[in-house]
């Protein structure tokens, strides 16, 4: 029988969703691959994927999915790996570069920009290089490890604020310019504007894949990899060369691997606020995945 195609975001946010697919108790029994979150969601839109994580957004602009529950990548207050970075106060700012592989973090840093800091700029897609980035908009939004590596170079000098914002000199990170630059937790702001955590990335698939075997595990695959932690932070810190205290702190304390119903409600503003924007089509009722045949039958109509 052939094994169920699983595509993955590579990076260091997702391993404890899928520690128990690639080194614990079901390694070898689906097809894994890993990317970028912008190619998740496009693997499942064409079907190279049977089941993807996806960014939060594209639920509601690929049809006929499924979501798991209680299951995601989301964050109550700061995530620490969802930044924009600018050279002026965001207030002031009249173009933003988006990092190309997300779709959730732009979607959320345009809602913001209208409705939170009341800003109009232009935004360019741009490939997660900050130099370059903020050489070519006057601010730039990061997501994923590179951004997670911002964090820690600004924590190290203990200049975030309990907002999550920061003011740094653009040398701290690697930058060769004397300027001042402004750093801003994305999921920080969301929380500031709409009093509710932020959803960035959910399981999906379509119904007629889904089974109770699949559902347990997933969860079970998660519920190994939060046992994990610790491992998980040691092997990442060899990777990308970055303390195992930090980047365990950033697993256990920013990232909540549930769907409750704080959660959910933070996902339903998200979609609405998209919608509201025309971001998305419309905001549409979120299916979860049930495993049984009358589901799968009723979503193929």
């Not at 109009?120 to 590179?146: C, K, S």
């Not at 750093?183 to 929380?191: F, L």
């Not at 009093?195 to 698939?205: F, K």
Request: hydrophobic residues 45%; charged residues 25%; glycine residues 4%.
């Amino acid at each position: 029988m052939q094994k169920l195609r699983i595509s993955i975001v590579q990076y260091l946010n997702t391993a404890p969703l899928v520690w128990g697919f690639t080194n614990g108790p079901l390694a070898g029994k689906y097809d894994l691959s890993f990317t970028v979150p912008s190619q998740c969601a496009e693997a499942l839109r064409s079907g190279a994927a049977d089941i993807a994580i996806i960014p939060a957004i594209e639920y509601q602009r690929i049809p006929s999915l499924v979501v798991l529950p209680d299951l995601a990548i989301a964050s109550q207050n700061r995530v620490r790996s969802l930044l924009i970075v600018s050279k002026k106060p965001i207030e002031q700012v009249r173009s933003i570069a988006l990092d190309r592989s997300s779709r959730s973090t732009q979607a959320l840093t345009r809602i913001l920009a209208k409705e939170h800091w009341k800003i109009d700029p232009e935004f360019i897609e741009a490939e997660p290089d900050l130099r370059v980035m903020l050489e070519r908009a006057e601010a730039a939004m990061l997501i994923g490890d590179p951004a997670l590596r911002v964090s820690i170079a600004i924590e190290k000098k203990n200049t975030v604020s309990r907002e999550g914002r920061a003011v740094c000199q653009a040398a701290m990170l690697g930058i060769t310019s004397a300027e001042i630059l402004h750093v801003y937790d994305v999921v920080g702001e969301w929380r500031n504007f709409s009093s509710l955590p932020a959803v960035m990335a959910i399981w999906a698939t379509r119904a007629e894949v889904v089974t109770p075997e699949m559902l347990a595990d997933f969860a079970a695959s998660r519920n190994f990899g939060l046992t994990q932690i610790a491992a998980i932070s040691l092997d990442a810190a060899r990777e990308l060369e970055l303390p195992q205290q930090a980047l365990e702190s950033y697993l256990r304390h920013n990232i909540d691997y549930s769907l409750g119903e704080e959660n959910r409600r933070g996902l339903e503003r998200y979609f609405y606020e998209a919608a509201k924007l025309g971001l998305i089509p419309r905001d549409r009722k979120i299916d979860w995945a049930t495993g049984t045949k009358e589901a799968a039958q009723v979503s193929a109509k």
